[in-house]
């Protein structure tokens, strides 16, 4: 893996690039074009390459954007690049296209921080995808994203993940359906309810223009539904936004996007700065090694990202990114009575959060 700094990255091996040109690429955008993005209807069923190469312009640049802001925020430590392609049957792949996977370690905030952008594309979906949409088995598709994970070394900071994505399937070389999804949700191990509400707060706030409060709720909802370990019969955080198959209005649907990538380091970076220097101890860590096991079973046993990449041949490494580098597990662990390790049950399920604490 290759250092990387903002303004300078390598060049990247996607689809759309010259492999044989090295060139440092230019700095990136600061966001993506607000105006029409082509000459198009955005209607489901037709989106236009130039429509396509906008989301992933502004995603290349929103994983620069936040991992700027992390590097600042840990102060010490610096993301690694990990710059990578793949081609059918190469280590039986069946996929084509690249990404960027880059890893900041050991930081002074950040135990380990994981963001990856990816383009990739198949001939055929697998089982996770068609299960729920039988009509686009044989279907040939692409798909771009960004996905983060970021775990805190303080226990008293929330673990975060937030993903954007684009998917388009085609048959004929011509759109048949496409869809956007994403999200970010707070995974407290010491819940403060001052943060809770600003997290909420802020997710709200950038569901205005797309549908104001019944949005906010609606994806919210879909939050609290996706990330439930229901053989732990408990939510994996206090939640935020998830949406999945969202479709209608194509450059609508992709503002909304935007309103959630650029909006994640509002809700997050707050709460960095109040807990990320609060004192703890060997009770506390031991207690955040043996949530984030609760974490990991969420990711393999239930994140249709994770199994969407691992059946359709995608990058192990990459998929896996979102593990913490420390957990444990125990045995018939209870927490002791009217301690602030028990006082973390009453979170973990569905809540009116801005209504509790507001």
Known sequence: MTPWRAGRRPHPSFPGHNPGDHRVTRRWRACAPRGKLSGHPSVPGHVPVEE??????????????????????DGTARFREDAWRREPGASGSRLRGGG????LRDGAV?????????????DALPPSATASRPELAGASWRAVGVS????????????????VRHFRAMRDGRTVAWWFGGGFDLTPFYPFDEDILHWHRTARALCGPFGGEERYQ??????DEYFHLKHRGETRGVGGLFFDDLTGDFEREFAYLRAVGDGFLDAYLP????????????RERQFQLYRRGRYVEFNLVYDRGT?????????AESILMSMPPLARWEYGYAPEDGSPEQRLSDYLRPRDW???LG
Not at 54 to 68: E, S
Not at 100 to 103: A, F, L, Q
Not at 307 to 315: A, I, T, V, W
């Open 271 to 282: 709460i960095v700065e109040r807990r990320k220097d609060t004192p703890y101890g060997e």
């Open 100 to 103: 960027r996977t880059r890893v």
């Open 110 to 122: 950040f135990e380990q921080a994981g963001i990856g952008f990816s383009d990739v594309s198949g």
């Open 307 to 315: 199994l969407f990449g691992l059946q359709s041949g995608g990058r």
């Open 52 to 73: 396509f190469d906008a989301v992933r312009d502004y995603l290349t640049g929103l994983q620069d954007r936040i991992c700027a802001a992390i590097e600042a925020a």
């Open 354 to 356: 801005l209504r509790e």
């Open 148 to 163: 983060l994970v970021f775990h805190p070394r303080n226990p008293y900071l929330p673990t975060t993940h937030a993903n």
């Open 218 to 223: 609606a994806h919210k909802r879909w939050c």
